[in-house]
């Protein structure tokens, strides 16, 4: 309901910028005063020919009411279309935008979920060295060295994916508040 309001403010606003109160609106009043004044003089052929331009004139006039009558007709209709068209590409760009951040979020999660197994795994397999393997005797040590660095690098991970998602959330928002007319590029 508010989407409406705002776009019918938007269309009279332009509306008025385009289409002036309409000077035609004084030109009648000033026709009619005229009639008047002419009317209550003797007939002769020069009352004739100001009573004949009098009536060119109202003929013109209904003409120019029905012609900006049919503009603003013709205005009314078109700007609403566009103001749907644009909020339809906002929403369908918006749209774009959410679904590559949740596709993005979601192989990210999903390579941090391999990253945690395979650091289980490891782990398991560290466990089950014994102090004097074949490798050497600070091999599962290294071992562990290993794994806590693989622990940070996925924290680190997983708080830049959330970090990045939330910035681009706030970003989008900022935009399509700034402009109603916000379309990002894909």
Do not use: W
């Amino acid at each position: 309901m508010e989407k409406f309001y705002v776009r019918d403010v938007l269309v009279q606003q332009f509306l008025n910028r385009l289409l002036p109160p309409s000077p035609l609106a004084g030109l009648s009043h000033d026709r009619r005063e005229i009639s008047q004044q002419i009317a209550s003089l003797d007939e002769s052929d020069d009352v004739a020919k100001l009573k004949d331009q009098l009536n060119r004139l109202g003929g013109v006039h209904d003409d120019m009411e029905k012609a900006q009558d049919r503009i603003r007709d013709k205005v009314e209709k078109q700007i609403p279309k566009d103001l749907n068209e644009l909020s339809a590409k906002a929403d369908n760009i918006r749209h774009q935008l959410n679904a590559r951040i949740d596709k993005e979020e979601e192989e990210r999660f999903l390579a941090i979920k391999e990253l945690q197994e395979a650091f289980q795994q490891l782990q398991s397999r560290s466990s089950s060295f014994p102090a004097n393997d074949q490798f050497g005797p600070g091999s599962s040590a290294q071992i562990r060295r290993d794994l806590d660095e693989c622990k940070v690098a996925i924290k680190k991970l997983a708080e830049s994916v959330t970090t990045v998602k939330n910035v681009l959330d706030r970003k989008i928002t900022d935009e399509s508040r700034k402009s109603p007319h916000f379309a990002p590029t894909l």
